[in-house]
């Protein structure tokens, strides 16, 4: 594990517990979870973007027809139902299923097509920022 300034160790570790640097960083206040809003960005692809810089995952849904372009190698897992993938540079065409996890290269762009009706899918990647 890599040295972090930003970790209290409090147990489950045979190294030192800061016990008294994790009881002054608790505050046992009650609140509920962020709520952030998702935005639609084209037909079948809803962006979950959390107040964070590094991730953002966008959900495709049945009506998906591109697998857009994007900046950044990204990573794609198949919830439900399945599409055939299409590579029209290649020629190639690939069936994805549930289940299926791919690794999609930045720069990379395909058709999805031939989708069952309960497909779904989320892609998560750290998006560029300017």
């Given at each position: 594990m890599a040295l972090s300034d930003n970790t209290i160790r409090a147990g489950l570790t045979p190294k030192f517990k800061d016990v008294?640097?994790?009881?002054?960083?608790?505050?046992y206040k009650m609140s509920g979870p962020p709520i952030f809003e998702s935005k639609k960005l084209e037909n079948g692809i809803v962006e979950y973007s959390p107040p964070v810089e590094e991730f953002v995952v966008h959900k495709l849904d049945q009506n998906v027809s591109i697998l857009?372009?994007?900046?950044?190698?990204?990573?794609m897992i198949i919830i439900s139902g399945k599409?055939?993938?299409?590579?029209?540079?290649e020629n190639l065409k690939e069936e994805i299923v549930k289940g299926d996890i791919l690794f999609i290269p930045q720069l990379f762009e395909a058709k999805i097509d031939e989708k069952s009706e309960d497909f779904l899918a989320f892609r998560t990647f750290t998006p560029q920022f300017k």
């Open positions: 008294q640097t994790l009881c002054e960083n608790l505050t857009q372009s994007i900046q950044a190698a990204s990573i599409a055939l993938l299409i590579l029209e540079k």
